[in-house]
């Protein structure tokens, strides 16, 4: 079991998109702010794994959860 602490950038890296500081914040410009009602992991910027990923990682409380929440959170403004 992986109990490292993740930040911004090893997810993004999990998720396999650039993880340098300037593409997450291109990222996060281009994609928010995403409407209320949608759940992050059904958001149409995700393929197919992406989505199960971040599904997975709130679902089950991983330890991604708190980042993806942090990813959810930077949309959302």
Do not use: C, Y
């Not at 291109?26 to 149409?44: G, K, M, N, Q, T």
């Not at 393929?47 to 959860?65: K, P, R, T």
Request: hydrophobic residues 45%; without cysteine.
């Amino acid at each position: 079991m992986d109990t490292s602490q993740h930040s911004l950038s090893t997810l993004f890296e999990q998720l396999g998109l650039p993880a340098d500081a300037a593409s997450i914040e291109a990222f996060i410009s281009r994609h928010a702010p995403l409407p209320p009602d949608l759940v992050l992991a059904e958001a149409p910027f995700w393929n197919a794994s992406q989505a199960s990923f971040l599904h997975e990682g709130i679902d089950e409380d991983s330890d991604w959860a708190e980042v993806i929440d942090e990813l959810d959170a930077l949309l959302r403004h």
